[in-house]
């Protein structure tokens, strides 16, 4: 199964709220990534937040990490209509003994429509 | 422009028949990868290559191969073994070791007729 799931699958909120999405994981990390998806495009890399740090900001995202719970969460600001697309959260973790090496792990991704 | 290129855009494929995808990148990264996507779902890898002349099997590389000739290059076969090859394709690289950001290129939709 997948190392990282999202949560919710699907958000839809109104302009100007804030969004929230979730992940979860189940080994050990180095670190956890988020990336952004819109609709029939390559995934572009948000933040990146390493498994010492609790807390991270970017403009309008913050990244949280609580490792004891193997969970990261997303949040999105103020969101705009531009801010609808899928979010994937991705692990260097492994469920297999091999070392992971440059493997990512992929959850299944949120979608957020933010609606005008 | 520094960047990672994937062609064609859209491919369609005859049953039986084997293609070939395209990946270049000019961000003289070490490390290559190829996802696999369906709708609705996330992404998994395929092959990903972390030096030249190497590459090892991802999750679900049955029905796929690659090479790695040259650093900039990673081109993915779609054989007549992969039986539901359908899918949306993306290729992506980094630096060194893996452990930082991956660059994805745009991707490239197969579609088997």
């Known amino acids: 199964s997948q190392q990282g799931e999202e949560d919710p699958q699907a958000l839809s909120i109104q302009e100007g709220e804030n969004a929230t999405m979730n992940c979860s994981y189940k080994?050990?990390?180095?670190?956890l990534q988020w990336y952004r998806q819109n609709s029939g495009r390559g995934l572009v890399h948000l933040i990146l937040?390493?498994?010492?740090?609790r807390e991270k900001h970017s403009g309008r995202l913050r990244v949280t990490l609580d490792t004891s719970k193997k969970s990261s969460s997303l949040l999105i600001t103020a969101s705009r209509a531009a801010d609808t697309a899928s979010y994937f959260c991705?692990?260097?973790?492994?469920?297999?003994?091999?070392?992971?090496?440059?493997?990512?792990?992929f959850g299944e991704g949120t979608q957020l429509t933010v609606n005008p | 422009d520094g960047g990672i290129t994937q062609s064609p855009k859209y491919l369609f494929r005859k049953e039986g028949q084997n293609v070939t995808l395209s990946c270049e990148q000019n961000l003289n990264h070490d490390a290559m990868y190829w996802y696999r996507q369906d709708p609705g779902q996330g992404l998994r890898l395929i092959y990903y290559?972390?030096?030249?002349?190497?590459?090892q099997k991802g999750d679900i590389a049955e029905g796929y191969s690659v090479s790695r000739e040259k650093k900039e290059s990673f081109p993915l076969t779609v054989t007549s073994a992969q039986k539901n090859p359908t899918a949306f394709y993306l290729c992506a690289s980094s630096i060194g070791s893996g452990y930082g950001p991956q660059f994805f290129g745009p991707g490239t939709r197969l579609t088997v007729l």
């Open positions: 937040i390493r498994s010492n740090e």
């Open positions: 080994t050990s990390i180095n670190n």
């Open positions: 991705a692990t260097d973790g492994t469920t297999r003994k091999e070392t992971s090496g440059s493997r990512l792990t």
């Open positions: 290559s972390q030096i030249v002349n190497d590459f």
